[in-house]
Nanobody, 123 residues
Framework: QVQLVESGGGLVRDGGSLRLSCAASGRTLSSYAMGWFRQAPGKDREFVACIGRSGSSPGYVDSVKGRFTISRDNAKNTVYLQMNNLKPEDTAVYYC????????????????WGQGTQVTVSS
């Protein structure tokens, strides 16, 4: 099994930046594709970004392209989501997930999920 723990969330002003981290334990992340999802208040959980097992085929939802960057450091067993130029509509609980299919965009493509970290962007 893989245990995932997100960190780095918090309160940031409109236009600010945050970097989320997802640290794995139990097994190494090198065998897994990784994704980030988010769930805003009153909304369904939505895909944000994904990255393949070796850092290949990164993908993003259109609303974050050019602002967010997903990366991974398999030696540190950690996946990151760098979020720049944050907007109030980015406010959500952010979850990281691990799966076997390279860069799936659907929730069903992931086997393991973290507990989530809150990101709040104020105007």
């Amino acid at each position: 099994q893989v245990q995932l723990v997100e960190s780095g969330g918090g309160l940031v002003r409109d236009g600010g930046s945050l970097r989320l981290s997802c640290a794995a334990s139990g097994r190494t992340l090198s065998s897994y594709a990784m994704g980030w999802f988010r769930q805003a208040p009153g909304k369904d959980r939505e895909f944000v970004a994904c990255i393949g097992r070796s850092g290949s085929s990164p993908g993003y939802v259109d609303s974050v392209k050019g602002r967010f960057t997903i990366s991974r450091d398999n030696a540190k067993n950690t996946v990151y989501l760098q979020m720049n130029n944050l907007k109030p509509e980015d406010t959500a609980v952010y979850y990281c997930a691990a799966g076997w299919i390279n860069c799936p965009v659907a929730e069903s493509g992931y086997e393991y999920w973290g507990q989530g970290t809150q990101v709040t962007v104020s105007s």
